[in-house]
Nanobody, 121 residues
Framework: QVHVVESGGGLVQPGGSLRLSCTAS????????TAWYRQAPGKQREWVAG???????NYADSVKDRFTISGDNAKNTAYLQMNKLKPEDTAVYYC???????????????WGQGTQVTVSS
């Protein structure tokens, strides 16, 4: 079982910055990749950014050039550095980790509980 915990959310003014953290713990062979999603009130959950263990990254167009995803494999932790925040970035941010229980096992998805990010003056 893998336990995923996000942290770092809060209230920030437009143009400000926040850094979210996502740490995976528990019993697993290795993490395959980690992604950040967000869900604003009344909207569907959307993918924001992802990182694989080889360090390759991808971003949604809405956050490209403002957000940076990174990871520390030794700590099983991924980060989302969010700069130039806009009111429309307000949402609950969720971390999704794909992990394998063994070398031959199929990777499974694990979600955190989410952390609130509010961008407002």
């Amino acid at each position: 079982q893998v336990h995923v915990v996000e942290s770092g959310g809060g209230l920030v003014q437009p143009g400000g910055s926040l850094r979210l953290s996502c740490t995976a713990s528990g019993s697993f062979f290795r993490i395959v990749n980690t992604a950040w999603y967000r869900q604003a009130p009344g909207k569907q959950r959307e993918w924001v950014a992802g990182i694989a263990t080889d360090g390759s990254t991808n971003y949604a167009d809405s956050v490209k050039d403002r957000f940076t995803i990174s990871g520390d494999n030794a700590k099983n932790t991924a980060y989302l550095q969010m700069n130039k925040l806009k009111p429309e970035d307000t949402a609950v941010y969720y971390c999704n980790t794909m992990a394998k229980a063994s070398a031959l096992a199929v990777a499974r998805n694990y979600w955190g509980q989410g952390t609130q990010v509010t961008v407002s003056s």
